[in-house]
């Protein structure tokens, strides 16, 4: 660790997604002295390669605006590099590094052959007008087709890019290697997407917390729900959460949450799907519309009570002042569905306080497993029914859930899930770099 700040100063979010990593697997590292003859930890933390390009478009207005793109490809030593593109002004090296980092060992778990990377721009869609958007995904696409392709690095959506930003990637895709090979995923069901694609990253994770519930005895029906966001991650939780019988009682946006006693659910699902595409980051106008929400201006959902906790917004959304409120007002689970939203510390009381705590690389893989059987799905010029889509989708959450278990269970009988995702996503990976040398 004090290496790899030294190489990095400042790239706090990288350093973070490491020292977690390093921290779960340390005993088992210790117990094999075959990796460190391999060198696994200094190849493992270092990425195969960082690419930052210039990304100059033309605004509505005429004017030339320039922005800057990234793709970092960590690791393929399991298959191919895979991983989303996130458009938003927050994203630098640090955060595109913990989120390619991160994908390694999460696409290790779904069990497919896929490696690990990530990519985006500080763009920020928020505002800009379609044809905007179109030129921003074109001249991005200008520079990334050269790194990309069905076989070496396959990009999907993440925060501010989902369907509508994948088709004009692709498009531009399309006409500069004249090939239709399915190199990005995500893609609309009429040309090469997978269906239930969209909703997959929040299906799986209700899924993982059925599979952790029902060790427990237990499931989803009847539980409340506290969500953070209202972009894709959130929509899909919300609509199985609800259909399995649970009733989801918040949402939020960057300008606060609401709270809606009679649940989130019907119509109101899809007016998260309005809520989104008309480009606004707020959620309140929920609460102007169903009068019985309230709107709670720069506050987080953490504070109602709740069952079931599933942030699926952005990073280190939930502190450690968070975590001791959803202890106190009884909530027994904690379900990441984005990517590292809980900080070390709030990680830290949920565990002491032996919650049930399942981190986002075991809990929303939902979303990349799914992009892999969509790549399937191209290879074979196929295309699945939506129960197909969902048989495999529950059967890769399974087993993810029997991998965490299998090297997370405790001498007292609680799971860490944390660490059993961690060292299953680890071995597999280390083992493979192993093999194929230096
Ligand atoms: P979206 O852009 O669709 O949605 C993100 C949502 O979170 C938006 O509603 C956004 O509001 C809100 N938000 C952003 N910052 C904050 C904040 N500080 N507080 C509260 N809400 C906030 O992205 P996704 O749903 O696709 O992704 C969400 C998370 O899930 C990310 O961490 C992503 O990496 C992860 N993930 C996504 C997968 C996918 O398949 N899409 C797969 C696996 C993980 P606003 O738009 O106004 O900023």
Known sequence: MTNLERRYPGEKEYHQAVYELLMSIEEIYNQMPYFDKHSIIERLIEPDRVLIFKVPWVDDMGNIQVNRGFRVQFNNALGPYKGGLRFHPSVNVSIMKFLAFEQVFKNSLTTLSLGGAKGGSDFDPKGKSDGEIMRFCQAF????????????????????????????????????TRQHNGTLTGKGTDWGGSLLRPEATGYGVVYFINEM??????????????????????????????????????????????????????????????????????????SQKYPKARFFSNRKPWEVKCDIAIPCATQNELDENDALQLVKNGCRCICEAANMPCTPEAIDIIIQAKLLYAPGKA???????TSGLEMSQNAMKLSWPANEVDMRLQHI?????????????????????????????FLKVAHAMAEQGV
């Open 141 to 176: 696409m200008l520079e990334l087709w050269r790194h990309i392709g069905p076989e070496i690095d396959i990009p999907a959506g993440d925060i501010g890019v989902g369907t509508r930003e994948i088709g004009y990637l692709y498009g531009m895709y399309k006409k500069l």
């Open 397 to 425: 959450m399974q087993n993810i859930h029997q991998n965490c278990v299998k090297y997370g269970l405790q001498p007292d009988g609680y799971i860490n899930y944390l660490k059993g995702a961690n060292i299953a996503g």
């Open 363 to 369: 809990a929303n893989a939902g979303g990349v497993a």
């Open 213 to 286: 519930l029902a060790r427990q005895k237990d499931n989803i029906e009847g539980k409340v729900v506290a969500i953070s966001g209202f972009g894709n991650v959130a929509w899909g939780v919300a609509k199985k959460a609800t259909e399995l019988g649970a009733k989801v009682v918040t949402l939020s946006g960057p300008d606060g949450f609401v709270y809606d006693p009679d649940g989130v659910r019907g119509e109101k699902i899809d007016f998260m799907l309005e809520l989104r595409a008309s480009n606004e980051d707020i959620i309140e106008p929920y």
